[in-house]
């Protein structure tokens, strides 16, 4: 009786870690969405994630201790209509946690070599040699080069739809690493 006790509490404790332990961090739950129409995009980052979930230490920074992952995109090539398309690896992260928390975390995390902006609304994490004169000046570099220049970017738009999945997030958080 005692053992099997222990190794329930053990399987209790354990298993869900493991079942996460492989992925950026732990998915969202898209079961509250999944038949509402208005949350198609959400449903197909699901079906994103269901086909890729990125492992532990893709992105090279850590994901935030309290967030769910709701999207990934690997780095890849892709043909629509007769176009190419390379895809930028990305994470898109829910928590309800303040962006000043956020912030502070991975200030704390990612240490001196990424710098900090704002712009439209967004607080951005950066690593680049120099800091940039202005928020505004690092949404043009973001925009020229996508995914050239790691980043976080840190916002509190975000859709019923997320808020559902990422249980009552307030914040969402993009990861952007360069194409491998």
């Known amino acids: 009786m005692k053992k099997s006790y222990w190794l329930s509490l053990v399987s209790l404790i354990v298993l869900p870690t493991l079942a996460y332990a492989g992925s950026y961090a732990p998915l969202a739950d898209f079961s509250a969405v999944s038949k509402n129409p208005q949350c198609r995009l959400t449903t197909m980052q699901e079906s994103f994630l269901n086909n890729w979930t990125p492992p532990a230490r893709y992105f090279m920074v850590p994901p935030y201790p309290n967030a769910l992952l709701a999207s990934a995109m690997p780095s890849a090539n892709a043909q629509i209509h007769g176009q190419a398309y390379q895809t930028i690896p990305s994470a898109v992260l829910l928590t ?18 990424w710098f900090h902006a704002e712009d439209i609304g967004m607080i951005y994490l950066y690593r680049l040699p120099h800091p940039v004169a202005s928020g505004e000046a690092l949404t043009r570099q973001l925009m020229s080069k996508p995914g050239s220049i790691p980043n976080i970017a840190i916002d509190t738009e975000l859709s019923p739809c997320d808020q559902a999945i990422g249980r009552g997030a307030r914040t969402r958080i993009t990861v952007v690493s360069p194409p491998r």
């Open 96 to 113: 309800p946690d303040p962006p000043e928390k956020i912030l502070e975390f991975y200030k704390r995390s990612l240490g001196a070599s």
